[in-house]
């Protein structure tokens, strides 16, 4: 029988307690032996819990014990879950983990110190919940030179503006009806304003690259200035509006950003609504593949670092190959990178927009205001046309 520790019982803890109890003959069956969850670390008593006999307070209990194989770490935060990771890697325990601050902040040391001790160092369940997509970026995926990554990485964002779109709600409506439902957090920020997909697409874009790409390399720019009057223009177009994750290769070169997008209905990332996140990659060989499903919950999350649970205990005492080394990436400006832009701009502009971009395709929803999309071009180039035209009231990028 395999033992596994779980490290912290909240949401996502407990999620993988119910998962590995509640399918254990499957997963037996998959594994080949039985996996029993022996310790719960958490500083909290359980009185009444079925799994109240199994809490420990200190972390010493596990690591100590012999017959604990696999710890999943989902206490969330960089200390002290990096603390306890190290200790428990360097006794030659795999340590699973859904915690994505952690995996950017220090995914290579902790990958490098599971092969020297021949264990692992999965986090399947850092990026996109329960949707699978670091285990196939190091296996299936494995023959490609991925050239790009696009994805829908918050679900609290694409749930906001997929009400806002559909409802035409006002964002400070939404986001406080997200928090009532559990999907946003009292203080929003870090999905907001594109932290938390920023942290992702950094994960993603050091497997993408095989080195270490920094969260605070990647631009970010959250949704907090999204209007409802934005989505009359992109239904007017066809289009929609969601929160994107890119990281771009080309040359030998990354860039990489977050940011509010307009998508074309013919774009897959079009139709991902509500709590929904898809990942859609482009390999040099393969083309286009997506990966769709829930980004976050309880019970997906947990699955996802189930499924690591399972990776480890079919390959205990054998580490498995994951290439991100501790070489720094230095991501290339991303105002460099060539796309259109949706401008809106006060009626009293329009004579300036049309001496700056030349004969525009206008679009109107008010007497007020009008707009138009820009010809591809760098953004080193835009903000520096959009700059002469005064009375601009936004601006929106444009997905090819």
Avoid at 94 to 113: D, Q, Y
Avoid at 146 to 161: A, D, P, W, Y
Avoid at 352 to 378: H, P
Wanted: proline share 3%.
């Amino acid at each position: 029988m395999i033992k596994v520790a779980v490290l912290g019982y909240g949401t996502v803890g407990s999620g993988v307690v119910q998962v590995i109890q509640d399918n254990a003959a499957l997963i037996s069956k998959r594994v080949g032996d039985d996996i029993e969850v022996k310790y719960i670390l958490d500083l909290r008593e359980f009185p009444g819990d079925k799994n109240e006999d199994k809490v420990v307070h200190d972390i010493n209990v596990i690591l100590d014990d012999p017959e604990v194989s696999i710890v999943c770490e989902t206490m969330g935060g960089v200390n002290p879950a990096f603390q306890f990771s190290k200790d428990a890697l360097a006794k030659g325990k795999s340590v699973c983990t859904s915690n994505k601050e952690l995996v950017e902040n220090h995914g290579p040391e902790l990958i490098a110190l599971a092969k020297q001790n021949n264990c692992n160092y999965l986090f399947e369940a850092s990026v996109g919940g329960g949707i699978p997509i670091i285990r196939p970026m190091n296996s299936s995926l494995a023959p490609e030179e991925i050239v790009r990554i696009m994805g829908i990485l918050n679900g609290t964002t694409n749930f906001i503006l997929t009400k806002m779109a559909k409802e035409g709600a006002a964002y400070a409506d939404v986001l406080k009806q997200a928090q009532e439902l559990g999907y946003a957090e009292r203080n929003p920020e870090a999905d907001v304003e594109g932290h938390d997909a920023g942290r992702k697409i950094a994960i993603l874009s050091s497997l993408m690259t095989g080195k270490t790409v920094k969260f605070a390399d990647v631009h970010t720019e959250g949704i907090t200035k999204i209007e409802t009057i934005d989505f009359e223009y992109a239904a007017k177009m066809g289009k929609s509006i969601k929160l994107i994750a890119m990281a771009e290769q080309k040359d030998g070169k990354l860039t990489a950003l977050v940011a509010p997008f307009m998508i074309g209905a013919d774009h897959p990332l079009n139709g991902v609504n509500g709590v929904f996140n898809a990942i859609y990659v482009t390999g040099n060989m393969l083309g286009d593949v997506m990966f769709y499903g829930q980004g976050a919950g309880k019970l997906a999350t947990a699955s996802a670092v189930v499924s690591d649970v399972i990776e480890c205990a079919r390959n205990l005492d054998r580490t498995l190959p994951v290439v991100w080394d501790d070489e720094k990436l230095d991501v290339e400006d991303y105002t460099a990178s060539e796309r259109c832009f949706f401008v809106r701009a006060a009626i009293g502009s329009r004579s300036q927009v049309l001496n700056t971009f030349g004969s525009i395709n206008e679009i109107r929803v008010t007497d007020e205001e009008f707009a138009f999309v820009t010809n591809k071009m760098s953004e080193q180039a835009f903000n520096k046309l959009i700059a002469s035209v005064d009375k601009v009231i936004s601006t929106i990028r444009v997905a090819e």
